[in-house]
């Protein structure tokens, strides 16, 4: 997924350690806090209100385009399987940047390597030039799942922060923290309820390390 960094452009991939972590809410709340664009270059299933909807939705500012996926499918799969049931196939070159001057905030779907086709994963659309947040939600087993991502990420040279999503869980988040030494960016609590408000509140909270990435 290629694109020219422009001067002072922030690029930055929001993933995840699984599917349903909160990757959409922390993508509303960075494109909030930077004003940026926003991109999701494959969207499997809920076609109705996608998550760019769900964005859009969320943000309030007015500088922020919300651009439209390079693929949308039917299903709510891993990509590949999808992109089967819709007989399509998904080619990774086919999967521009869009051209802005605008920093940009870019969310991939389910984890690293959730499958787009026969050879090309998630991990495949993180470019060199861009920043990674990793959004760690707690559950049996999620330590291994953020320390297996931080890892491979780290390992293919990104430079990556993590967003804690959910109520804390210390010794999880410590043992991360020390294990790693990644930086936090912050941790958003279990609310009742997401709306633009509550997200410009946290964008807020987030922005000064935001925008240090």
Known sequence: MPGKSKAGQKKIFITGIGTEVGKTIVS???TEALQADYFKP???GDLDFSDADKVKHLVSNEKSVFHGN????????SPHAAAEIDNVSIDINNIQLPETDNDIVIEGAGGL?????DEDTILDLIQPN???ILVSRHYL???NHTLMSIWILKEQGFK??????????KTTEDIIKKMTDVEVIGR??????????????YATLFREKLEEL
Do not use: C, R, W
């Not at 390079?70 to 799969?77: E, F, G, S, V």
């Not at 990556?160 to 869980?169: A, Q, R, T």
């Open 28 to 30: 509303a709340i960075v």
């Open 160 to 169: 990556v922060s993590v967003i804690f999503n959910g109520d804390e869980h």
């Open 113 to 117: 390597l959730v499958p787009l086709n």
């Open 188 to 201: 958003i609590e279990d609310e009742p309820y997401f709306d633009a408000a509550v997200v410009k509140e």
């Open 141 to 143: 087993g999620s330590i």
């Open 130 to 132: 861009y920043s990674v």
């Open 42 to 44: 494959v969207q499997a």
């Open 70 to 77: 390079a693929y949308a499918l039917q299903t709510p799969m």
